[in-house]
């Protein structure tokens, strides 16, 4: 989600200043938190194949770190206005399923043009590199941001939602003292909170503890995790259905307009969130690997 989704009330010129700038809505993604959290999880899961193509896609600024350019897609929103349904999905209110044929359109009906259609559509991009004969057609290091950055997105329960509260952005509701919007609080308000309570106000040491439940806690889950029907590269359909199923259970539960969020439902979502963290972090590395495996890539500058 964006930096404007909640909102102090402090005066209404202030008010008035950031409702301004605002971005439209429809825009919402993973605070940064969550997008860096999901590839610093992948880096250390990349085989040595994979690692040595993100190096050479990533610009030389970012030293070879994924992670901190995950959030590249959401800075560029006003640029790339083309891709901003790209980071989520509308479902059917309540229906709490998801279907590629009914679901994965743009707000115009164009078929694909959803979450989901864009990571197949990075996917492919990115299983052209080391090609002679495709290489060149695409921007491989914006595809591989996009990628990497969508990965995260379609493990955020809300960004599969429902269509009519546009995943949780319509419903007005209370963090604790704060008014804001459902869609904010699991972008953002419970990874600040755990940050807060749990984690000394460290993100990286929130991540050292997801990492410490993968491979112990969850260690056998993994692998089931990673795997993806046939040879698909990438399986995005089915982390889709696994979303919304989770924003049915847990984001809407007990979230209604004017609803007061606190405790109760931070202690009890906090678990699915990093679960969620976890599985984004797993499947990206899973995704890369599959993608990067035995290719030798060409050597050409990145750019953005
Ligand atoms: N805009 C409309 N629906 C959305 C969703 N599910 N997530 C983020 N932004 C949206
Ligand atoms: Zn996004
Ligand atoms: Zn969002």
Redesign the pocket.
């Known amino acids: 989600?964006g930096k404007f989704g909640c909102l102090l009330l402090f005066g209404m010129e202030i008010l008035i200043l950031l409702l301004a700038v605002a971005p439209p809505?429809?825009?919402?993604?993973w605070g940064k938190e969550g997008h860096y959290s999901t590839c610093k999880i992948a880096e250390p899961l990349l085989s040595k194949e994979a690692s040595e193509a993100v190096r050479k896609l990533l610009p030389k600024y970012a030293e070879g770190d994924l992670a901190s350019l995950c959030s590249w897609p959401d800075q560029m929103r006003f640029r790339f206005h083309w891709a901003?349904?790209l980071?989520?999905?509308?479902t059917p209110d309540n229906q709490c399923g998801y279907d590629y044929e009914r679901d994965c359109h743009d707000e115009h009906g164009v078929k694909g043009v959803c979450l989901e259609g864009a990571i197949k559509n990075y996917t492919s991009q990115l299983e052209t590199y080391g090609s002679r004969a495709t290489g060149g057609k695409y921007n491989l290091t914006q595809a591989l941001l996009f990628l990497s950055h969508f990965m995260g997105?379609v493990h955020?329960p809300?960004?599969?939602?429902?269509?009519s509260?546009?995943?949780?952005?319509t419903i007005q509701l209370h963090w604790y003292k704060r008014k804001c919007n459902l869609?904010h609080v699991w972008?953002s308000f419970i990874i600040e909170k755990a940050m807060k309570e749990y984690y000394d106000n460290d993100l990286e040491v929130m991540i050292e503890a997801i990492q410490k439940n993968i491979s112990d806690s969850w260690s056998d889950e993994v692998t089931t995790w990673e795997k993806c029907n046939g040879r698909e590269l990438a399986c995005p359909g089915s982390y889709a259905d696994e979303s919304i199923i989770l924003a049915c259970k847990w984001a809407y539960k007990d979230a209604k307009e004017n609803s007061v969020l606190e405790d109760d439902y931070f202690l009890s979502r906090l678990p699915i969130l990093e679960k969620q963290l976890a599985r984004g972090g797993v499947r990206l590395a899973a995704t890369l690997n599959r993608i990067f495996s035995s290719k030798e890539g060409y050597t050409r500058e990145s750019e953005l």
Do not use: C
Not at 158 to 163: A, K, M, N, R
């Open positions: 989600m809505p429809g825009v919402e993604a901003s349904p980071h989520y999905i509308n997105d955020e809300l960004h599969v939602g429902f269509t509260d546009e995943g949780g952005n869609h972008d």
